[in-house]
Antibody, heavy 120, light 107 residues
Framework: EVQLVESGGGLVQPGGSLRLSCAAS????????MHWVRQAPGKGLVWVSR????????SYADSVKGRFTISRDNAKNTLYLQMNSLRAEDTAVYYC?????????????WGQGTLVTVSS | EIVMTQSPATLSVSPGERATLSCRAS??????LAWYQQKPGQAPRLLIY???IRATGIPARFSGSGSGTEFTLTISILQSEDFAVYYC?????????FGGGTKVEIK
């Protein structure tokens, strides 16, 4: 059974940093591209970042480019999102999602999310 | 950036009735369109991709249609577990974008 479990969320002050993790199990993690998608409270879904299977290629939404860094450790089956210079508008539930693979840029499995709150 | 617009924002339907949800893209996305279902406090679940292909394990009462800029998700006979928010997503162009969602509520 595919499982994605996020952790690392919490309350952080504006300008602060946080690192999210997503532990994957039930599939060959190193074979799949992975994504982060966020959802502000009461709002819709917004794609944040993507990383290819070996970590050599990444993409970011303009709103986080230069502040967030996606990475992965295939030996630990874990995806990361390093978030720096956090702003109030980064407040959201952050989901990690597996890329479908056969159909690129489609999210076939999602974690339950971790809440990040940026507030003073 | 391709803007995805969903309508209506809220759809009130009685159990057993049909629900029809719309999604419009600001420019053609071919058939690279997916639908997700999200229940309160839960992660989204993939329902439909390629505009009309049901994902693994999705009941046949869910169907998708359309191409280019106009898409429809139809739930033929609404069950109690289908009351949720539905999002469309285009994966034809970067950045990937979602619609604002349609909430299907009990009438």
């Amino acid at each position: 059974e595919v499982q994605l479990v996020e952790s690392g969320g919490g309350l952080v002050q504006p300008g602060g940093s946080l690192r999210l993790s997503c532990a994957a199990s039930g599939f060959t993690f190193s074979s799949y591209w992975m994504h982060w998608v966020r959802q502000a409270p009461g709002k819709g879904l917004v794609w944040v970042s993507r990383i290819n299977s070996d970590g050599s290629s990444t993409s970011y939404a303009d709103s986080v480019k230069g502040r967030f860094t996606i990475s992965r450790d295939n030996a630990k089956n874990t995806l990361y999102l390093q978030m720096n210079s956090l702003r109030a508008e980064d407040t959201a539930v952050y989901y990690c999602a597996r890329d479908h693979g056969v159909v690129a840029d489609l999210f076939d499995y999602w974690g339950q999310g971790t809440l990040v709150t940026v507030s003073s | 950036e391709i803007v995805m617009t969903q309508s209506p924002a809220t759809l009130s339907v009685s159990p057993g009735e049909r629900a029809t949800l719309s999604c419009r893209a600001s420019q053609s996305v071919s058939s690279n369109l997916a639908w997700y279902q999200q229940k309160p406090g839960q992660a989204p679940r993939l329902l439909i991709y390629g505009a009309s292909i049901r994902a693994t394990g999705i009941p046949a009462r869910f169907s998708g249609s359309g191409s280019g800029t106009e898409f429809t998700l139809t739930i033929s006979i609404l069950q109690s577990e289908d009351f949720a928010v539905y999002y469309c997503q285009q994966y034809n162009n970067w950045p990937l974008t979602f619609g604002g969602g349609t909430k299907v509520e009990i009438k």
